[in-house]
């Protein structure tokens, strides 16, 4: 049974460029989480979305960053314009439910802004 | 708001020592508290978990219990190993909310 799946890794982006990153979650989990870790320091939780909507957005930057789950495929987090700034690790968690369900997290996506 | 402080990293111990990392959180009502381990390259893994107070978590020699009257998480292990050695991060999650409010990790190394 597969874990939360993210790819890519590793990205390379210069700035101004765009970054997009996806998440696949756990086979019968219908609850994305994404979470921003910068260097030396603990995951800042960005948005919560299930299946075609957006729950909680309220740790997401009010511009250049979006987050979608739809009906079909991975959830996608798109930087616009990426900045020095967005270099971080950025992490996908999903759970089958909310509540008491544990969140499993995938292996992150490095970015790196040249 | 919500909020978790860990000790400060890193910490370095021999194998067979025992281990404490300090976990104190601030947060309204009751949160679930959790311990997350990330190894090297890797995403985060739960590790234990307690959801009121007294609980204790344990998993893998690992165990932690919710304090309510010290607001605190601490981790204990009687007896590291060195594949014990990873980031530990302290998390909580408020009832009726789904994030998770993360500490900002201790580094364990533990050598042979």
């Known amino acids: 049974n597969a874990g939360v799946m993210q790819n890519p890794r590793h990205l390379v982006r210069r700035r101004g460029q765009e970054a997009r990153l996806r998440c696949s979650p756990m086979?019968?989990?219908?609850?994305v989480y994404w979470y921003r870790q910068l260097p030396e320091e603990g995951l800042k939780f960005m948005v919560y979305l299930q299946k075609e909507n957006i729950i909680d957005e309220s740790g997401m930057p009010k511009e250049r960053f979006s987050a979608e789950f739809p009906k079909e495929g991975p959830s996608i987090l798109r930087i616009q314009q990426v900045v020095r700034g967005d270099s971080a690790a950025y992490f996908c968690a999903s759970s089958p439910g909310p509540g008491n369900q544990p969140q499993h997290f995938g292996d992150g996506t490095r970015l790196s802004i040249l | 708001g919500n909020s978790v402080t860990q000790m400060e990293g890193p910490v370095t111990l021999s194998e067979e020592a025992f281990l404490t990392i300090n976990c104190t959180y601030t947060a309204t009502g009751y949160p679930s508290l959790f311990w997350y381990v990330q190894y090297p390259g890797e995403g985060l893994q739960l590790l234990l978990k307690a959801t009121k107070a007294d609980d204790k978590g344990s998993n893998k020699g690992f165990e932690a219990t919710y304090r309510k009257e010290t607001t605190s998480f601490h981790l204990e292990k009687g007896s590291v190993q060195v594949s014990d050695s990873a980031v530990y991060f302290c998390?909580?999650?408020?009832?009726?909310?789904?994030?998770?409010?993360f500490g900002k990790g201790t580094k364990l190394t533990v050598n042979p």
């Open positions: 998390a909580l999650k408020q009832g009726g909310s789904e994030k998770l409010v």
């Open positions: 086979k019968g989990h219908s609850h």
